[in-house]
């Protein structure tokens, strides 16, 4: 994500991941390694964001014709 800090990206992070929607995995190597993935409780939210994207490729183009 473009322009994002360190810090609000872990902020998000954290918060998502204190909503049980994403779980952190954290490797005891060197350099740290950390991945997240979706919980069975954070995929519930697929359909809802596959509806938001389809609205906004919709939108977007109708946009983009008017202007």
């Not at 800090?5 to 918060?15: A, N, P």
């Not at 979706?38 to 109708?62: E, Q, S």
Request: glycine residues 6%; aromatic residues 6%; without cysteine.
């Amino acid at each position: 994500m473009p322009g994002i800090t360190q810090r609000l990206l872990t902020k998000q992070l954290r918060e998502l991941e204190a909503d049980n929607l994403i779980e952190r995995k954290v490797y005891p190597v060197v350099p740290p390694k950390v991945e997240y993935s979706m919980t069975a409780y954070g995929r519930t939210l697929v359909p809802v964001i596959h509806a938001l994207l389809a609205w906004g490729t919709k939108h977007l183009k109708k946009s983009s014709a008017q202007g």
